[in-house]
């Protein structure tokens, strides 16, 4: 069991920055590979992006790219997203998932290879 808490989210001008955390707590049974997506309203859950357990590998949706950098760090069991240059279309509502038994150098951008999921945090950008 893998519970998940996405924290710091907000209401950000256009051109800021938010920094996305997630907190990963239960036992580790395995290794686990990371990443985020986002829905906005109307709209289909997206990838954005995602961390391989090592962290030695990223992946990156070609809207975000440049923009947001992903990390993790296993020792505090907590994966972030930096979110710099916000555009007003970055507005959703943000989700960390953790898929575990992961390879420890592949990122993992499909919805189902994750097996777990948090609540999501809500980022709006104002124009």
């Known amino acids: 069991q893998v519970q998940l808490v996405e924290s710091g989210g907000g209401l950000v001008q256009a051109g800021g920055s938010l920094r996305l955390s997630c907190a990963a707590s239960?036992?580790?049974?395995?290794?686990?590979?990371a990443g985020w997506f986002r829905q906005a309203p109307g709209k289909e859950r997206e990838f954005v992006a995602a961390?391989?357990?090592?962290?030695?590998?990223?992946n990156y949706a070609d809207s975000v790219k440049g923009r947001f950098t992903i990390s993790k760090d296993n020792a505090k069991n907590t994966v972030s997203l930096q979110m710099n240059s916000l555009k007003p279309e970055d507005t959703a509502v943000y989700y960390c998932a953790a898929k575990i038994g992961a390879y420890i150098g592949r990122a993992y951008y499909t919805q189902g290879d994750y097996d777990y999921w948090g609540r999501g945090t809500q980022v709006t950008v104002s124009s």
């Open positions: 239960g036992r580790a049974f395995s290794t686990y590979a």
């Open positions: 961390i391989s357990w090592s962290g030695g590998k990223t």
